[in-house]
Nanobody
């Protein structure tokens, strides 16, 4: 399985971006897909996850601004509204099946104030 992330870019504070991640290949029906981010000099941290049944979790810092969704079992999106400078980071998509994780290549989001 390979994850292909897209949608990053440079925006002004207050604007929106939509990230997408496609899991190419056959994946087990029961799984969780999610987005994590890593800012310069910081550790990678959770942004949002969503299970195959649609149950979503969010980091406190993005609640009310970001929305994670799935088109099907293979594609996950992250709608990011009201972006802030502190949202600047490389965003990574992750697929978790049982105890195995697969990471995407990362996409850069830059928010200028």
């Amino acid at each position: 399985v390979q994850l292909q992330a897209s949608g990053g870019g440079a925006v002004q504070a207050g604007e929106s971006l939509r990230l997408s991640c496609l899991a190419a290949g056959n994946i087990f029906l029961v799984n969780t897909m999610g987005w994590y981010r890593q800012a310069p000099g910081e550790q990678r941290s959770l942004v949002a996850t969503i299970t195959n049944t649609g149950a979503a979790t969010y980091a406190d810092s993005v609640k009310g601004r970001f929305t994670i969704s799935r088109d099907n079992k293979n594609t996950v999106h992250l709608q990011m509204n009201s972006l802030k400078a502190e949202d600047t980071a490389v965003y990574y998509c992750k697929l978790t099946v049982l105890n195995s994780n697969v990471w995407g290549q990362g996409t850069l989001v830059t928010v200028s104030s």
